[in-house]
Nanobody, 114 residues
Framework: QVQLVESGGGSVRAGGSLRLSCTASGIILSMKSMGWYRQAPGKQRELVAIVTSGRSTHADSVKGRFTVARDGARNTVYLQMNSLRPEDTAVYYC?????????WGKGTLVTVSA
C-alpha cells in the first residue's frame, strides 16, 4: 500500500523559514510526480510546487521564496520555505502520482504569525 508521510510543519514568525519533507513508502519505482499542495482555512486546496520528470513548477505566490526538490532514489520530496508570510498559513499536503493514481499525505500544519 502506497503511503505519503509528511514532516516538518510547525509555527514560525513572519520572515522565518521551515522545511517540509515527504517520503513515499510501499512502492519500488520512482513516482512520476511529487510535490506539495496547501489548503488555508475557508479556501480551496491549491498547488504550491511540484516536480515532474526533473522539472519543477512553483505557484506565482511562492516563487522566489519556496523551493521544491526531489530525491528520486528515495521517493522523497522537500519544500524549503523562506520569507514566510502570514498568508502562507495552511495545511500542506504531499502529493504524488504512481501508476496513474493520485496519492496524498495526511497533511502538516504550517502557521505563520505576524
Amino acid at each position: 500500500q502506497v503511503q505519503l508521510v509528511e514532516s516538518g510543519g510547525g509555527s514560525v514568525r513572519a520572515g522565518g523559514s521551515l522545511r517540509l519533507s515527504c517520503t513515499a513508502s510501499g512502492i519500488i519505482l520512482s513516482m512520476k510526480s511529487m510535490g506539495w499542495y496547501r489548503q488555508a482555512p475557508g479556501k480551496q486546496r491549491e498547488l504550491v510546487a511540484i516536480v515532474t520528470s526533473g522539472r519543477s513548477t512553483h505557484a506565482d505566490s511562492v516563487k522566489g521564496r519556496f523551493t521544491v526538490a526531489r530525491d528520486g532514489a528515495r521517493n522523497t520530496v522537500y519544500l524549503q520555505m523562506n520569507s514566510l508570510r502570514p498568508e502562507d498559513t495552511a495545511v500542506y499536503y504531499c502529493y504524488g502520482i504512481h501508476a496513474d493514481t493520485d496519492y496524498w499525505g495526511k497533511g502538516t500544519l504550517v502557521t505563520v504569525s505576524a
